[in-house]
């Protein structure tokens, strides 16, 4: 059990949300030909022309040029990364914040939105498949028009809660344990040479 306060809880969800957000807004601007993220990389660092994005592990690296990697997204379509990219997000968002709530000890078994958001977490770390069984719902799990029920076994739980229920919940559950936390700056933007 995790020891968040409820405020931990309520910034957690709204991090998430603007993250998810932001994440919608670059991985569609990556799609646009013409590269418009390289080009907001060269006015931030207009010294480093060839820039290139290294990861690192154990002894192990990899070096990946960063205009590449843009080109090669920009031939993508806005399907492709919808249904790529942003899922995987909202299956990440989704099971982070459904952690964050049912592992705490605000966590109320019968609470509509906690059992709403504890299934839309298991339904999403578990291949994005909802695993609904007769008998199975005890407690109410709803959430503004969404009703858990056994009809939506089966079907993928991320085309029962759209983007922009995702980010409602985001809020909701923000709402619910708020006033958020204050927001951590310890680790401020910094410029990074190329490294």
């Known amino acids: 059990m995790n020891t968040l306060t409820r405020g931990e809880i309520s910034r957690t969800a709204l991090n998430l949300k603007s993250a998810y957000l932001g994440l919608l807004v670059a991985a569609n601007l990556a799609t646009v030909p013409g590269q418009p993220l390289m080009a907001a990389w060269r006015?931030?660092?207009?010294?480093?022309?060839?820039?290139?994005?290294?990861?690192?592990?154990?002894?192990?690296?990899?070096?990946?040029?960063?205009?590449?990697?843009f080109e090669e997204i920009s031939r993508w379509g806005f399907k492709a990364m919808d249904a790529h990219v942003m899922t995987a997000a909202q299956i990440a968002t989704?099971?982070?914040?459904?952690?964050?709530?049912?592992?705490?000890?605000?966590?109320?078994?019968?609470?509509?939105?906690h059992q709403f958001v504890r299934?839309?977490?298991?339904?999403?770390?578990?291949?994005?498949?909802?695993?609904?069984?007769?008998?199975?719902?005890?407690?109410?799990?709803?959430?503004?028009?969404?009703?858990?029920a056994y009809s939506l076994n089966g079907k993928r739980t991320t085309e029962t809660v759209l983007p922009l229920r995702h980010v409602q919940l985001l809020q909701a559950v923000a709402d619910h344990f708020g006033p958020p936390a204050a927001q951590d700056q310890t680790e401020t933007w910094k410029y990074y040479p190329n490294s």
């Not at 060839?50 to 002894?59: I, M, N, R």
């Not at 914040?97 to 939105?113: I, M, N, R, W």
């Open 43 to 69: 006015s931030v660092w207009p010294h480093i022309p060839d820039p290139s994005l290294t990861l690192s592990a154990s002894g192990d690296r990899e070096s990946y040029r960063i205009q590449a990697v």
């Open 119 to 148: 299934h839309y977490r298991n339904g999403c770390a578990h291949g994005d498949n909802r695993d609904i069984r007769p008998g199975k719902l005890k407690v109410p799990a709803h959430f503004a028009d969404i009703t858990l």
């Open 94 to 113: 989704a099971v982070a914040l459904g952690d964050q709530v049912t592992e705490s000890a605000h966590y109320d078994l019968k609470d509509p939105l």
